[in-house]
Structures are given as structure tokens and as C-alpha cells.
């Protein structure tokens, strides 16, 4: 009698990563990581799960909608986190008096939202956040610009364009040209520029703010085309007249000619639709493929936790898109930052010497090459094919104290002495072919 | 008008974790991981929600009290993962024709359990599982095995005891002297022998199996008394005749003594409970804090995939616990693996000079020196104090080309000529240190 068996699958927007991904996938966690320490940043984690009414606040909206949220066991309304911004603001009210500010923290984990799947968008995703709380000085927005370019270029993801703008400015022009009371709608509608086009954010903005003001915010949202950024902040000046925003702008501009950083464009359509922020905004596309959008966005905000304390703390940081990077990486074939170490298989001559075999192992293991064991002592033309299929470079023979290394791409043997002599051969070809 | 705000609190059974917890924990993560692909074994990632089916199969059972379990948007019946054994068996399942075998993987990540809440149990922690499936080799065993050994010490464990049997010989004994049918009880009972003690595993036994079995399966448990693993393995061939499981425990012997791998004990009273393993079996103790229990569990099972697929897949795994490894490190004040680099902050003299800073900070970040660049000119003592108050040992105040490096511990000053001998001092001091 047949047995039934369950239907093996994950829920739609949910991936398994099967070690063809997830290893360059952790090798650029890894390179994200070691960039993010390197500026003093330091981890931080916090519960995958929480009550829905510190993620949702005592509104909703449209977040809510997309948040997995339901009743535990104890009765408790809980909801698994959409970001890791909220919960950071969460972490800083509850935790204030046990951390030294500015904190410079950095977060890398995964978030769920119950979005519509399509291209490139999953239910189940991967965010690695950098912030500097407890200090307004445009120094912390710089380094986390200069940041943004330094862990990106870590991750493998070649050359990279940020573009930057400032909130306050764009209001402060529409509030000279009198569309101060459409703020949000005119912030929305050009969030949308790249993805829509001109035309139609033409239109909406006509029909939102009236022919006249519409022309006026193309203007503003055009001196982007002036190109570098000097000439774009005189044009805003031009535009808007001097005030803290361009003066913070110029402040930036300058910390970006004196450390040399390229790649940062200042782009007044620039305007992180209906986040939270307040001052700077960031986002940054690849050069080999803007037009996956934005791989790494933030910005200042001025209180981070309103919601969960009366004291007042602003900060600035931005969150690299894991999965969206990955995807665009693999789409340029660009090569990971995957430092990865040699590889290479013992073959398995007598079943009952795994214990030496183990022990064979552990030599090239400490000289940091990872090494397979092998099981089953079948001809060693099938340890070679197993070795292949498994992607591995050499397969190592020992007989006595003395190897044979079998190169596994290019068919051919080489024999050495010792343990010693096979690991510098196996090191040095990895080191030429990388 | 005052206005009210939401209380920040996280989930009973739930954590956050600072920077002082979170960053040798992340270190010891590492050093696991390091580990495990110097073996070749290869990373993989699943969902955290999966369908409930799937996890919690068709029957249900003492797991399902304790799964988060709800009805998601599409009226799908959904469930956070409460191990990584499960899913990863629906992986092999689903993705069995891409994978080669013997497949050899870790999965280091969190799972949930609603479980109540008690010293060092969370309702979420991480698990760290690394399998060989498609061998029934006695050689992957001792991989496990070694590994086990291996990994721990990586993450600065300390001596460690593994604790091993074999179920199979444990049945055919039980079988032996006719209490095969009370297989589930008697291994349910010797289980807890840890937890409750003797004289409550005696009462428990006489009272399921009566007077005259329960003595012959005492007699059996306390053969792990004989101390050394030959003799105890020769005490229980005495008592069960020679069979497949003794010979394979033999072959194991034979892989240690080969290896020279010392800290594993052939224990007869190990179990693991109602666990689905069906051949050798492990649990491993901290020589300095047995009593917090097995930090690292496994063993190996017939069937894998059995609930996903037709295919029979045998294996043999074990899974770290990190949070109960972590606090025990915590307890016995053992100096956590954290490999932690050299840290340094450079002092702000002038605001708007954010630019050359960080461009002086990464010369030391490209030398393996986390470099946090200040970003507030307040004086130099009250800069001082904030390293000290973060920890950071090392501030540098730059004039021209050269540095005084401030001491923050001896509170003394360095001078150097240049960034390269400034990074020099700092590398070697810290080299001293540690």
C-alpha cells in the first residue's frame, strides 16, 4: 500500500537557498560586516518577533496591511518585524541609559512582509542596517555616505552612484512657492519619477498642484541635470535662497572633495516617497544596472523615537537590500565578494582509516584550506567525477607521508612529499587563479 | 498636553541583544562557521514560516503546543520553524536532484518555540546544525563527531566531554531480555537520569517494567561506569552479544584512537529522548559546567525525508546550541573565541574637517584597525572619556602627517611620525594584549 507523503514546498515569496547562493550570499554578509566594524559600528540583534503595537504604533495604515501578524499562546497580539528600523527605535528608547551616544550600530537580519510577489520582491528578505544615533552634525551623514560606498564596493558591487537630496529643502521650497499644504503629495508623486517617467509625474503634479506650481517643482526637480554637484547646489541656491539645508549640503560637498570620494550626485528628485526622514536622503544605484533601483537607502530622521519616549533623539542611516543586490550582482555576472578559501577532498582508499583520514585532514584545514573527507573507498576515477560534481578543484591521494594531487579541472596529476609541499601547491594555484 | 507613548518592552522569552553580548556573539558564530567549511561543508537557508504541515506533519503531537502557528493573508495555515531539522528535511526532499550526495551542509539560524519560559530557555534562540546525508559510512559518524570537538574549541569552549551510544543496541538489548515492547517508556525514563536522578529512574523503570528488567537495565546503563571506552564497550558486548551497532561502535573506537581525538565516553545511558535517531547517538558536556547539559546533540537517523518522499535518505548530524554554549561561557568567565580586532577612535579637532578624517581613518581600517572617526571638537579630555566609555582603547589626534596616540588605559601618549607607525604600535599592542 502506497503511503502518502507531504508535498515538500515553501510558501510562495519564500526562498530556500541552496549552497550555490548561500555562500556568496554569506561571503558578502561577511565583507558588509567586516566593512561596517572597521568604522566602529557595532552588532546589535533584536526579537524576530513583537508586539504588533510596537511595530504598528497606535495607527496602521498601509504598513499594516502587509505585516504577519496574529495571537499567540498567551493571548498577546504579536507580529513578526516588517524592517529593522522600528525595532531599533524600540531598542534605543528601551535601552538608552546602558548605551554611550552617538551609537553607531549596525543590524543585519532578516524581515517579513506579506507584499504582493513579483520580480525581485520576496515576502521574506534580508536588511542590513547602519545608523548613527545622538548626533546632528553633518560628519555622521557623511560617514554613513562614505560608508554606503565603502561597504558596497566591499560586497563586490563595483562602481555605484549615490544620490542625495535634502527634505527639508524640497519643503521649504514648496513652501515658497506656496504648495507647502501638498507637501506629501508632491513628495510621493516624484518618489515615483524613475519608475513612471516624466510625463506622467507632469500630469499628477498638474492635476495635484495646478499648472503654474507644476512647472515651478519641475524646475527644482531639473536642476539635477546641471550635473556635478557644486553647479546643482548653486542652482538650488538660485532657487530657493540660502538656508541651514543648502548650507548642510555644502558642508557634504565639501567633506566629499576633501576625502576624495566619488560617485555622489546631488539629485533634488530625490525624496524616499513617505519615509520618516527629515534632512538628508540617500540612494544608490549600481552603475552596471541602475535600473534595479535603489541597492542601499536612508537618510537623517529627527527623532527616531517619538513613538516610545519623550526624549527626543535624531539621527542618520541607511540599509543595504541584500536580496535586491544579489539579484542585480548575478544579473551582471559580476564576480562575488566571495573570498573564498581553496577546497579540496581526501579520496578514501580504505573505509577504516577515517580516523587517520581525519587526522590528514586537519593539516590542511589549519593552513586555511577547506577539506573534504571522503566515505567510500570506490575507484578513484568515481572520487574524482564526485569531486567534480561537487565543484571541487583537487582531490588529494595519500600514500604514506606523500600526496598526489589530482587537478580535477585540468586532468592531470602532481606529486608532492608531504602535507606540507601539497598545501603550498594547492594555496599557490588558488592565489593565481583568483 | 503631555502625550502618552507606547511602553518599549520585548516578548517574555524574548531578547535583545547589545553590542557587549551581541558581538562575541556574532565572534563565536564565525568561528563555528570557519570551522564547519573547513570540513567542505557547505551553507544552505530556508524560510523562517513554512506551511504548518509541513513542519508539524499530519499528526501533531507535544510539538504543536509549542509551534506559532497562524492563518496568514491568503488563509494559508503557516508556522515559524521550530528547529532547522525539519525543514532542512523538506529541503532534501524538494531539492534532492540538485544536490550531491553524500551531501554535507550547516544552517545557522534562529527557531521558535512557545515552550514556558525558564533559566536559559527562550521562546527564540539559534541553532547551529551541520548533517552529512546519503552516507551510512561509520566514517561520517566520526566526522560528526570530530567536528563536534573541533567546532566547539573553535568557539572557545574549553575540554569537552562527547557522550555516546548507539539506540540500535540499546533496543536489541531491551529486546534481549524481553522489554522491547517498553522501548518508548525505558528511553523516555533513562533520558532524564541527568535531570531526576537514579533513584527516580529506578522507581520509574520498576514501576514500567518491573523489579527483575528494570535491575537488567540498570546493570546495562551502569556499564558507562567501566570508564574507558574499550572496556565499556566490552562490558556491553558481555551483556548483548556482538551485533551490527557494537561493530560499528568499534569502528569508531578504532577512528579515535586513529585520530588521537581524546573527551568522548561511551555512555549507555545516553538516549535522547524521543528523538527520531535510530543509530549512534551524542551529547556533549563543558568539562567546567557539565550541569548546564549538552551544549551540542545529535546522532543519526534511518530516514530523513520520510514525511516529503518515497526516497529513503539516511544521515547523521548535530546541532550547537548557542544560546546555552553562550551562557555557560558567560558563567565560567571563559574568554569568548571573539578574535576581536584592534579598536581606535580619532578625535575631532575642527567640524568641518570630516572629510580628511575619515580619509586618515581608513588608512588604519585597511590595516585591520576598526577606526571610529569623533564627530563633535568638543576638548580632547572630554573625548577621551567617551572612548573610555565605549570601550575603545586607542584615540588618535592627527597634526599634519603625525599622531599622538592617546592610551586611554595607562592614560599616557604615544607619539608617531606617521599613520604607518601609529597603526604599528597599535597593531602591536594589541598583540601583546591578547
Given at each position: ?9 515553501v ?5 530556500d ?9 554569506r561571503a558578502m ?5 567586516t ?9 546589535i ?13 497606535k495607527g496602521?495604515?498601509?504598513t499594516?496591511?502587509?505585516?504577519y ?9 504579536v ?8 525595532p531599533?527605535?524600540r531598542?534605543v528608547?528601551?535601552h538608552?541609559?546602558?548605551l554611550?551616544?552617538p ?5 543585519i537580519?532578516?524581515v517579513?512582509r506579506?507584499e ?14 547602519f545608523d548613527?544615533?545622538g548626533s546632528?552634525?553633518?560628519a ?5 555616505l562614505?560608508?554606503?560606498k565603502e561597504?558596497?564596493g566591499a560586497?563586490?558591487?563595483?562602481e ?14 514648496l513652501d515658497?512657492i506656496g504648495?507647502g499644504?501638498?507637501s506629501?503629495?508632491?513628495?510621493r ?7 513612471i ?5 507632469r500630469?499628477?503634479l498638474?492635476?495635484?498642484?495646478g499648472?503654474?506650481?507644476c ?12 550635473g556635478e554637484y ?5 542652482r538650488?541656491?538660485?532657487l ?7 548650507a548642510?549640503?555644502?558642508d557634504?560637498?565639501?567633506y566629499l572633495?576633501?576625502s576624495?570620494?566619488g560617485?555622489?550626485?546631488?539629485d533634488?528628485?530625490?525624496?524616499r516617497?513617505?519615509d ?13 544596472l541602475?535600473?534595479i533601483?535603489?541597492?542601499?537607502s ?7 523615537t517619538?513613538?516610545y519616549?519623550?526624549?527626543?533623539t ?8 541584500l536580496d535586491r543586490?544579489?539579484?542585480a ?10 573570498n ?6 581526501l579520496?578514501c ?7 587517520s583520514?581525519?587526522a ?6 589549519a593552513k586555511g584550506?577547506?577539506c573534504e ?9 568515481r ?5 567534480e560534481?561537487?565543484?571541487?578543484p583537487?582531490v588529494?591521494v595519500?600514500?604514506?607521508?606523500s600526496?598526489?594531487?589530482r587537478?580535477i ?11 606540507e609541499?601539497a598545501?603550498?601547491?594547492i594555496?599557490q594555484?588558488g592565489?593565481l587563479?583568483?
Amino acid at each position: 500500500m502506497a503511503e502518502s507523503v507531504i508535498d515538500p514546498r515553501v510558501l510562495k515569496g519564500f526562498r530556500d537557498f541552496l549552497p550555490a547562493q548561500e555562500a556568496p550570499r554569506r561571503a558578502m554578509l561577511e565583507a558588509v560586516e567586516t566593512c561596517f566594524r572597521s568604522f566602529g559600528f557595532l552588532p546589535i540583534d533584536t526579537p524576530a518577533l513583537e508586539y504588533a503595537e510596537i511595530l504598528l504604533g497606535k495607527g496602521g495604515g498601509e504598513t499594516e496591511k502587509q505585516v504577519y501578524r496574529f495571537t499567540d499562546h498567551g493571548g498577546r497580539d504579536v507580529a513578526l518585524r516588517f524592517d529593522l528600523t522600528v525595532p531599533f527605535a524600540r531598542f534605543v528608547a528601551e535601552h538608552r541609559s546602558d548605551l554611550v551616544f552617538p551609537f553607531k550600530r549596525y543590524h543585519i537580519a532578516k524581515v517579513w512582509r506579506g507584499e504582493n510577489t513579483q520580480k525581485g520582491r520576496y515576502r521574506e528578505f534580508t536588511q542590513c542596517d547602519f545608523d548613527i544615533v545622538g548626533s546632528n552634525s553633518a560628519a555622521a551623514d557623511f560617514e554613513i555616505l562614505f560608508m554606503i560606498k565603502e561597504s558596497l564596493g566591499a560586497a563586490g558591487a563595483g562602481e555605484t552612484t549615490v544620490r542625495i537630496n535634502h527634505r527639508a529643502l524640497f519643503n521649504r521650497f514648496l513652501d515658497g512657492i506656496g504648495a507647502g499644504d501638498k507637501s506629501v503629495a508632491v513628495l510621493r508623486c516624484v518618489d515615483k519619477l524613475s519608475k513612471i517617467g516624466g510625463d506622467a509625474v507632469r500630469e499628477h503634479l498638474e492635476a495635484s498642484a495646478g499648472r503654474e506650481q507644476c512647472a515651478r517643482i519641475l524646475e527644482f526637480i531639473n536642476a539635477r541635470d546641471e550635473g556635478e554637484y557644486g553647479v546643482v547646489l548653486a542652482r538650488l541656491v538660485d532657487l530657493c535662497g540660502e538656508g541651514e539645508d543648502t548650507a548642510y549640503l555644502a558642508d557634504l560637498h565639501r567633506y566629499l572633495k576633501d576625502s576624495k570620494t566619488g560617485g555622489v550626485v546631488l539629485d533634488p528628485s530625490i525624496t524616499r516617497g513617505l519615509d520618516y526622514y527629515t534632512g538628508v536622503v540617500y540612494e544608490t544605484f549600481l552603475d552596471k544596472l541602475p535600473a534595479i533601483g535603489s541597492v542601499c537607502s536612508g537618510g537623517r530622521y529627527d527623532n527616531l523615537t517619538a513613538l516610545y519616549s519623550k526624549e527626543k533623539t535624531g539621527g542618520v542611516g541607511a540599509s543595504i537590500g541584500l536580496d535586491r543586490l544579489q539579484a542585480a550582482l548575478e544579473e551582471t555576472g559580476a564576480k562575488s565578494a566571495a573570498n573564498e578559501k581553496p577546497r579540496a577532498a581526501l579520496a578514501c582508499l580504505d573505509e577504516k582509516e577515517a580516523g587517520s583520514a581525519q587526522a590528514a585532514a586537519s593539516v590542511f584545514r589549519a593552513k586555511g584550506i577547506n577539506c573534504e573527507v571522503f566515505f567510500e573507498s570506490s575507484k578513484l576515477t568515481r572520487q574524482y567525477i564526485l569531486a567534480e560534481k561537487k565543484g571541487i578543484p583537487w582531490v588529494l591521494v595519500k600514500t604514506g607521508e606523500s600526496f598526489t594531487l589530482r587537478d580535477i579541472r585540468r586532468r592531470r596529476d602532481i606529486e608532492a612529499a608531504d602535507a606540507e609541499k601539497a598545501a603550498g601547491i594547492i594555496l599557490q594555484n588558488g592565489l593565481l587563479q583568483s
